[in-house]
């Protein structure tokens, strides 16, 4: 028997289920986009676990600290079950190569586009990657997705029109391309 029976959505989060607003550590800076709590909702409701994958250089970049990344998650989890509706579980990376906070300035493997968080996320929650997706703006989402071996899906928020451009000219593609995360829940829900 296999442990691993869960089927989960990875979530990028500036740019995917937040607005990108550059660098930000405090949930007081954080837009929701007013389309993903029903996004969530629907990926609940169809029995995928919810995890967000984010990378944040800016701990290493001195620019914000773990615990305010920690408690700007915490902040975000509690607006969504205040809507009914669960986020499982967040993962960040709070490394950069050229960070200016030593304890954190290193190539590490949890950088998306390395799969280092989402087989993490995958091993403590018992995610089936293969019946998986990751749905992210940027093309590292889309490299991280594929990487992990789950189903890599673009939306053209955030930085994604731009990013939609550059991956055709590299000859990427992703599994699905869809305006914004609640359009590509309700396909990839059904
Ligand atoms: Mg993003």
Known sequence: MSS???KAVFLDRDGT???DKGYICDFTQVTVFPFSV???????DNNFKV????NQSAVARGICSEQQV??????????????GVVIDDFYYCPYHEEGVIEKFRKKHECRK?????????AADHGIDLERSFFIGDNECDILAGANAGCRPVLVLTGKGEQVRGELEQKKIEPYLIAPDLLSAVQKIAN
């Open 4 to 6: 691993f029976d869960s």
């Open 17 to 19: 289920l937040i607005e």
């Open 38 to 44: 029903a996004a969530v909702r629907l990926l609940n």
């Open 51 to 54: 995890i967000v994958i984010t």
């Open 70 to 83: 920690q408690e700007l998650h915490r902040s975000l989890t509690i607006f969504f079950s205040e809507k």
């Open 113 to 121: 586009p390395a799969p280092g968080m989402i087989l993490q996320a």
